[in-house]
């Protein structure tokens, strides 16, 4: 059965760090385009950040772009979501997503960004990052 597990979400004040993981059994996310999305109470989920697997690109949302980094552990199966200079605006329940392919924009057209509503997402169960003083 596969599953997606994230974890590392927690309290932080405004400008701070964190970092999120994100584990996965049932399958290799060493093998996979990983991703990661953020949902906020009352908005649709967006994508942060992606690694594809051919070449290890990253994509970011214009919102993590500078300030977050997605990257691979494969000596330990994880995928790492960095995240600086938090701000409030950043409070949400974060996700690692796959939708077992290779990258994380195709020659098709097909984006990342669309696994929100496309078929055959792999969700994990959230991590909860909240911003505050």
């Known amino acids: 059965q596969l599953q997606i597990m994230e974890s590392g979400g927690g309290l932080v004040q405004p400008g701070g760090s964190l970092r999120l993981a994100c584990a996965a059994s049932?399958?290799?996310?060493?093998?996979?385009?990983m991703a990661w999305f953020r949902q906020a109470p009352g908005q649709e989920r967006e994508g942060v950040a992606c690694?594809?697997?051919?070449?290890?690109?990253?994509h970011y949302s214009a919102s993590a772009e500078g300030r977050f980094t997605i990257s691979r552990d494969n000596a330990n199966h994880l995928v790492y979501l960095e995240m600086s200079n938090l701000s409030p605006e950043d409070t949400a329940d974060y996700y690692c997503?796959?939708?077992?392919?290779?990258?994380?924009?195709?020659?098709?057209?097909?984006?990342?960004?669309?696994?929100?509503?496309?078929?055959?997402?792999?969700w994990g169960q959230g991590t909860q990052v909240t911003v505050s003083t």
């Open positions: 049932g399958f290799s996310l060493d093998d996979y385009a």
């Open positions: 690694v594809s697997w051919s070449d290890d690109s990253t």
């Open positions: 997503a796959t939708q077992l392919g290779l990258v994380c924009r195709h020659s098709s057209g097909a984006d990342w960004k669309l696994w929100p509503t496309a078929a055959g997402t792999y």
